[in-house]
């Protein structure tokens, strides 16, 4: 008898376990992003997106002449509807290659330890879609 509803207690401690995890954990992708990973990501995208995607996320920046396929022009609604969050993340982070583009679109490894300015670079891209 004693054994039995140690197990039972046991079972319901792990359950509610799961309960906290999934309560505190994602919230669809737009977990909090704190100021620094803000500010990282602005001065990560004027040093080195912009080159291509240009300041204002269209694809002219001044590295893009040469580049076919062209950089993503972040405003094309169509393409912004047609991606998820998963992807733009995994292309920035991985490169275009690693989400079957062109890998003239770089891959930023130092980032993979910066989930955070990661998902700050991509908020940013979004915002372009709504300008
Ligand atoms: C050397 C030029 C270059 C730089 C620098 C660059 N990109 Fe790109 N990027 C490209 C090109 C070219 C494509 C288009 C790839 C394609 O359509 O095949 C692209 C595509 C993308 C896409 C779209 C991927 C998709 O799934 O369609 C995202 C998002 C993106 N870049 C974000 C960034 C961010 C953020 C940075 C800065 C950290 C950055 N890029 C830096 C050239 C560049």
Redesign the pocket.
């Known amino acids: 008898m004693k054994r039995m509803s140690k197990t039972v207690l046991g079972a319901g401690a792990v359950l509610a376990l799961a309960a906290a995890v999934s309560c505190g954990g994602g919230d669809g992708g737009s977990t909090a992003i704190s100021p620094e990973a803000r500010a990282e990501a602005e001065k990560?995208?004027a040093t080195?997106?912009?080159?291509?995607?240009g300041v204002n996320g269209d694809?002219t920046?001044p590295?893009?002449a040469g580049?076919n396929?062209?950089?993503?022009n972040?405003h094309d609604k169509a393409?912004q509807a047609s991606?998820t969050d998963e992807?733009?993340e995994?292309?920035?982070v991985y490169g275009?290659a690693a989400?079957?583009?062109?890998p003239?679109?770089?891959s930023?490894p130092e980032?993979q330890s910066k989930p955070e300015v990661v998902r700050a670079?991509?908020e940013?891209?979004r915002e372009f879609g709504r300008k």
Do not use: D
Request: charged share 20%; glycine share 12%; with cysteine.
């Open positions: 990560l995208f080195k997106c912009a080159a291509c995607h694809g920046g590295g893009a580049l396929p062209k950089p993503r972040y393409w991606t992807e733009i995994k292309a920035i275009g989400v079957g583009k062109s003239q679109m770089a930023n980032l670079l991509r940013k891209v």
